[in-house]
């Protein structure tokens, strides 16, 4: 009898060990992710972000236009911990303000751009011929504009502002997402689920959107990520340029550009809106690293 | 070799049209009456419309598309609205600066990101990989323009070594060469070393280490040459990412080039000198992806050429 007993007990715990390991692809990804240290902390400091963006205005000190002619152009000191600027407003409370203009313009314009660019990618990868050479040749033209310059010549034509940044970047970044969704649904479309599906007589629109989409997400997920920083840092560039945000929004590249004019008096009223602008964007691309290498099935450890 | 070319030059002209008709309607959308612009706001109406049909801009839109193209082939860019010279002779006097400075960064960010690149992928997963990554993701993030204000701060304004503007002297593209390279060596770093990682997991470098090479030639001359050919692809494609940063780091140091003329354009909407420079910008883009392309069938054998 006891013998008995310890076989079952002992497959009772094969039946235990089992499921305690076993390995969805969500919960291999969050195991992935958890072993990069630094992405769990750029995660933690995204998050600190968000929420600084949502409860900062509650929180600063002084108001973002609060002029005080007595204490203009100071160091950071204990009244204003990152001093302030020409106007005597306080660095500090703009800078803090600012997040939430920032984190807006590149989630908004990257999240336009993925979505554009998913279903351009997702219709011209699966219907092919004439709507998929149109889509790519458009594709081809604007990726032919180096860099920020189709940017700029969005903002040249809706003239500056900072929604009109938002466009401009979403344009910049509709093409990227568009030819990796293509080439992803390109080589779905042939597999073995997505022709039974067919089969099986599945709408087009069910087989792009239950069967061929899925298998795209995740690359559009770590594209999403990545193209958040870059997102960020040219929404700033604009801004600094002066075709994005207009005084007195407490923008940081806008904020970096007004202080160019006092580098040799108070070099502190460049110093933290740049910092600003490093931590955030680097904390979203160190995210997209880890995140990246968490959904690469390539990489198993 | 020399089909091949000719073969990629043709390929290129249909993108080529198709950015000229994008750029020309594009920027006729821009609002605001360009004549009203160039009369001035005293001007009275009359003065307006002789200056419209001065400029063509009275003609329908057909019209001027192809006299616009005409004017290309002629090499007349038209005349800008700002400084009411040809536009040719504005970006002549500033396309020499702009290249000098895009190719000076390109030189020396492709050689430093090539070598912190290998550097990171032959020490895989110990500290010097570690370091290398963290140094190029923090360059992809930096600001340009914070970090040329930094080097002004530190070169010009402290030690005094180096000017703050212009573009004088050899010393005036130091900074804005630094400023606008260092994103391109990261990234260029972050590439040459997955490459090297992948090439590294080949046979043949495993053959080359059982021979008993040295660790160096295994790397250089093995690993190394089999992973220039995605090299150079990343170095071709970072190019625009180059021209398009060198407005914004010309925008810091004032710097003389096409870039900081970019800039003004746009404030005076000046939309001649607008898309002329949209233009070659795009066209400087493609004439180089068009060399990497060439390069590209030149280092890798099992490209046919036919």
């Given at each position: 009898?006891?013998?008995?007993?310890?076989?079952?007990?002992?497959a009772c715990e094969a039946v235990r060990k089992e499921k305690a390991s076993i390995?969805?692809?969500?919960?291999?990804?969050?195991?992935?992710?958890?072993?990069?240290?630094?992405?769990?902390?750029?995660?933690a400091f995204i998050i600190i972000l968000v929420m600084i963006a949502f409860f900062g205005d509650f929180l600063i000190p002084y108001q973002i236009n609060e002029y005080d002619y007595s204490a203009t152009l100071e160091g950071p000191s204990g009244a204003h911990w990152f001093g302030t600027d020409e106007f005597g407003r306080d660095l500090f409370s703009r800078i803090i303000s600012g997040t939430k203009i920032s984190l807006a313009v590149g989630l908004s314009a990257v999240t336009v751009g993925a979505l554009c660019g998913t279903i351009l990618g997702l219709l011209g990868g699966y219907y092919r011929g004439f709507i998929d050479a149109i889509i790519m040749r458009v594709a081809d033209t604007l990726f032919a504009?180096?860099?920020?310059?189709?940017a700029i010549a969005i903002v040249a034509i809706l003239g500056s502002g900072l929604s009109n940044v938002v466009i401009a970047v979403a344009v910049f970044s509709t093409p990227t997402f568009a030819r990796l969704v293509r080439g992803k649904?390109?080589?779905?479309?042939?597999?073995?689920f997505v022709q039974a599906a067919k089969n099986l007589g599945a709408s087009d629109a069910r087989i792009i959107f239950r069967h061929i989409l899925p298998g795209a997400v995740p690359d559009i997920i770590v594209q999403y990520t990545m193209s958040i920083g870059s997102s960020i840092l040219t929404a700033s560039s604009l801004s600094f340029l002066g075709m994005g945000a207009q005084p007195p929004t407490p923008e940081w590249g806008l904020m970096l550009a007004n202080g160019r004019n006092y580098i040799l008096t108070a070099p502190h009223i460049m110093l933290f809106p740049g910092l600003a602008i490093l931590f955030t964007v680097l904390s979203f691309n160190i995210f997209g690293d880890g995140l990246r290498d968490a959904l690469d099935p390539k990489l198993t450890d | 070799m020399l089909k091949y070319i000719?073969?990629?030059?043709?390929?290129?002209?249909?993108?080529?049209?198709l950015v000229v008709t994008f750029v020309f309607f594009f920027v006729r959308l821009i609002p605001g009456d360009p004549a009203r612009l160039v009369a001035g706001e005293q001007a009275t109406q009359a003065d307006v419309e002789v200056i419209r049909v001065k400029l063509g801009l009275d003609k329908p839109l057909g019209t001027q598309y192809i006299e616009y193209l005409v004017g290309l082939i002629k090499g007349d860019l038209g005349t800008s609205l700002r400084t009411k010279?040809?536009?040719?002779?504005?970006?002549?006097?500033?396309?020499?600066?702009?290249?000098?400075?895009?190719?000076?960064?390109?030189?020396?960010?492709?050689v430093v990101g090539v070598i912190m690149g290998v550097w990171s992928g032959r020490h895989r997963g110990k500290w010097q990989d570690y370091l290398g990554m963290t140094i190029s993701v923090s360059g992809i993030s930096i600001p340009s323009f914070w970090l040329g204000f930094l080097l002004i701060m530190l070169f010009s304004v402290k030690l005094k070594w180096l000017p703050t503007t212009g573009a004088s002297s050899w010393k005036s593209f130091i900074l804005p060469s630094v400023t606008l390279g260092v994103a391109i060596a990261a990234i260029i770093a972050r590439f040459t070393r997955s490459s090297i990682v992948e090439t590294l997991k080949e046979d043949y470098v495993r053959t080359a280490r059982a021979k008993g090479l040295k660790e160096n030639i295994v790397i250089w001359r093995h690993a190394f040459r089999n992973s220039l050919i995605s090299v150079v692809t990343v170095v071709g494609l970072r190019?625009?990412?180059l021209l398009g940063g060198s407005v914004v780091a010309e925008a810091v140091f004032a710097f003389p080039g096409l870039g900081t003329l970019l800039v003004e354009s746009?404030?005076?909407?000046?939309?001649p000198a607008i898309q002329s420079l949209i233009l070659i910008f795009s066209l400087q883009f493609l004439v180089i992806n068009l060399v990497v392309d060439i390069l590209y069938a030149a280092l890798n054998p099992e490209i046919k050429l036919g």
């Open positions: 009898m006891p013998i008995v007993q310890t076989a079952a007990d002992t390995r969805t692809p969500m919960a291999d990804m969050v195991r992935k992710f958890r072993k990069q240290r630094n992405s769990v902390v750029a995660l504009f180096p860099g920020i310059i189709l649904t390109l080589s779905l479309r042939t597999s073995v | 000719r073969r990629r030059i043709l390929g290129t002209l249909p993108t080529l049209l010279r040809p536009v040719t002779t504005e970006i002549a006097g500033r396309i020499g600066n702009t290249l000098k400075l895009a190719f000076i960064t390109l030189a020396w960010s492709t190019f625009g990412f746009v404030n005076y909407r000046d939309y």
